[in-house]
C-alpha cells in the first residue's frame, strides 16, 4: 500500500484519538517517531515534536489532563477548551505524520483529516458526558473519562502499529457513536 495512504489512515487514527485526549495521542506519536518505532517518521518541520523539551512537557501535560479529567467540573472545564483544542491536536498529529509531502501540504492534509475527525469524536464524547452528567449526577464521569483514556491510548498505539485496521476502527466507532449520540438524544428529549 503506497505510504501516503498509511500516512492518512495513520492521521485519521491519531486524529480520533485526539478527539478523546489531547496531549496523550502527541505523546505517543512523539515517542514512536523518536524511538523509530513501527517506521514512524515526521514531516521535517514537525520534527520538533519529538525533541526532548516537546516530549517533556507531552508527559507533564498528559498526565495532567489524565488526573484533571476525573475531577467534577474541571472534567466539563476541559471538554469547553477541547472543542478547540482537539481538533488542533488532530490537526497537527495528523499532519506530522504526512513526512513524504512538503509542509504546506501536510498542514492541509492534517486540517482536512484531522481536525473534523478530532471534532467528530470529540463531541461524542461531550454528549456522552453531558448524558453521564444528567443521569448520574456526574458520578459515573470518572469511570467513563477512564474507558476515554484508555480508548484514546489504544487508538493512538493502534493507530502507529496497525494504521489501516486503526482506521477502520475509527469508521466503525465513529458509526457506533454517532448512532449511540442519536438514541441518547432521543432519550432526553
Given at each position: 500500500?503506497?505510504?501516503?495512504?498509511?500516512?492518512?489512515?495513520?492521521?485519521?487514527?491519531?486524529?480520533?484519538?485526539?478527539?478523546?485526549?489531547?496531549?496523550?495521542?502527541?505523546?505517543?506519536?512523539?515517542?514512536?517517531?523518536?524511538?523509530?518505532?513501527?517506521?514512524?517518521?515526521?514531516?521535517?518541520?514537525?520534527?520538533?515534536?519529538?525533541?526532548?523539551?516537546?516530549?517533556?512537557?507531552?508527559?507533564?501535560?498528559?498526565?495532567?489532563?489524565?488526573?484533571?479529567?476525573?475531577?467534577?467540573?474541571i472534567d466539563h472545564a476541559?471538554?469547553?477548551?477541547?472543542?478547540?483544542?482537539?481538533?488542533?491536536?488532530?490537526?497537527?498529529?495528523?499532519?506530522?505524520?504526512?513526512?513524504?509531502?512538503?509542509?504546506?501540504?501536510?498542514?492541509?492534509?492534517?486540517?482536512?483529516?484531522?481536525?473534523?475527525?478530532?471534532?467528530?469524536?470529540?463531541?461524542?464524547?461531550?454528549?456522552?458526558?453531558?448524558?453521564?452528567?444528567?443521569?448520574?449526577?456526574?458520578?459515573?464521569?470518572?469511570?467513563?473519562?477512564?474507558?476515554?483514556?484508555?480508548?484514546?491510548?489504544?487508538?493512538?498505539?493502534?493507530?502507529?502499529?496497525?494504521?489501516?485496521?486503526?482506521?477502520?476502527?475509527?469508521?466503525?466507532?465513529?458509526?457506533?457513536?454517532?448512532?449511540?449520540?442519536?438514541?441518547?438524544?432521543?432519550?432526553?428529549?
Amino acid at each position: 500500500m503506497p505510504t501516503l495512504f498509511l500516512s492518512a489512515f495513520l492521521g485519521l487514527g491519531l486524529a480520533a484519538a485526539a478527539g478523546l485526549r489531547t496531549f496523550l495521542p502527541l505523546l505517543i506519536l512523539a515517542v514512536a517517531a523518536r524511538l523509530h518505532l513501527f517506521g514512524v517518521t515526521l514531516n521535517p518541520q514537525a520534527g520538533w515534536l519529538a525533541s526532548t523539551p516537546m516530549l517533556v512537557g507531552l508527559c507533564v501535560a498528559a498526565a495532567a489532563e489524565l488526573v484533571a479529567d476525573k475531577i467534577p467540573l474541571i472534567d466539563h472545564a476541559l471538554a469547553a477548551v477541547g472543542t478547540v483544542t482537539r481538533p488542533l491536536a488532530g490537526a497537527l498529529a495528523a499532519g506530522a505524520v504526512f513526512h513524504q509531502l512538503d509542509p504546506a501540504t501536510a498542514a492541509l492534509a492534517g486540517l482536512a483529516i484531522g481536525a473534523p475527525t478530532a471534532l467528530a469524536f470529540h463531541g461524542v464524547q461531550s454528549t456522552t458526558r453531558l448524558v453521564s452528567t444528567a443521569t448520574s449526577a456526574g458520578l459515573a464521569n470518572p469511570i467513563i473519562s477512564l474507558v476515554e483514556d484508555v480508548a484514546s491510548g489504544l487508538l493512538a498505539l493502534a493507530a502507529i502499529a496497525v494504521p489501516v485496521i486503526a482506521a477502520l476502527a475509527v469508521v466503525a466507532l465513529l458509526l457506533a457513536g454517532l448512532r449511540i449520540r442519536r438514541g441518547l438524544g432521543r432519550q432526553t428529549s
